[in-house]
């Protein structure tokens, strides 16, 4: 079946701009997290929903970073007025049952 | 707070020989263990995982045995291949509940012929 689908794959922005990270999750799945990895370390949390809800948003770094899920399906995690920090690889996982978590393939966003 | 630690890399071994990548964790509670791989060029896969003390979680070859009184959850294969070439996350959930994973720096695993 069909895994968990990022877009876009690479994503190259000008500073200052705003940038839209989608994650299609495998279907049925309640929960999504959202990770931000930065190169040769492990993936850091930023936030989760079940369904719609966000359960928790500890892990956005600062008010630049916003997610949702309006549905409780497709998830978009919006970055305003990038800066060049905010240069990583973001991951969404999803998880039909906890703990167990399956990830998409990330997208790469290089902020200039 | 919860914490993973993994030994540092690269791991370089040659084809057949046998591998361990150490991972200890910090955690209150019971956490779940997990082992994650990434090939080049994918995404992060679940290789293996253990919910509770003394279980082994095995895959591919690979096992990994959740031993709590030594809070660790070393990754072991017995004879290594050339296509186990990847980056191995040991990443901790702290409770079963559904809350975020924490991961370690990732070891790199380098398998020549």
């Known amino acids: 079946g069909a895994g968990v689908s990022q877009s876009p794959r690479y994503k190259v922005t000008k500073r200052g701009q705003d940038v839209a990270l989608r994650c299609d999750p495998i279907s049925g799945h309640v929960s999504l997290y959202w990770y931000r990895q930065a190169l040769g370390q492990g993936p850091e949390f930023l936030t989760y929903?079940?369904?719609?809800?966000?359960?928790?948003k500890s892990g956005l770094p600062n008010d630049r970073f916003s997610a949702e899920r309006p549905e409780g399906s497709i998830s978009t995690l919006t970055i305003q007025r990038t800066e060049q920090r905010d240069s990583a690889m973001y991951r969404c996982a999803s998880s039909p049952i906890p703990p167990e978590q399956f990830f998409g393939p990330g997208t790469r966003l290089t902020v200039l | 707070g919860d914490s993973v630690t993994q030994m540092e890399g690269p791991v370089t071994l040659s084809e057949e020989a046998f591998l361990t990548i150490n991972c200890t964790y910090t955690?209150?509670?019971?956490?779940?263990l997990f082992w994650y791989v990434q090939y080049p060029g994918e995404g992060l896969q679940l290789l293996l995982k253990?919910?509770?003390?003394?279980d082994k979680g095995s895959n591919k070859g690979f096992e990994a045995t959740y031993r709590k009184e030594t809070t660790s959850f070393h990754l072991e294969k017995g004879s290594v291949q050339v296509s186990d070439s990847a980056v191995y996350f040991c990443?901790?959930?702290?409770?079963?509940?559904?809350?975020?994973?924490?991961f370690g720096k990732g070891t790199t695993l380098s398998v020549s012929s």
């Open positions: 253990a919910t509770k003390a003394d």
């Open positions: 955690a209150t509670g019971y956490p779940s």
């Open positions: 990443a901790l959930s702290a409770n079963q509940a559904g809350t975020a994973l924490i």
């Open positions: 929903f079940n369904y719609e809800a966000q359960q928790d």
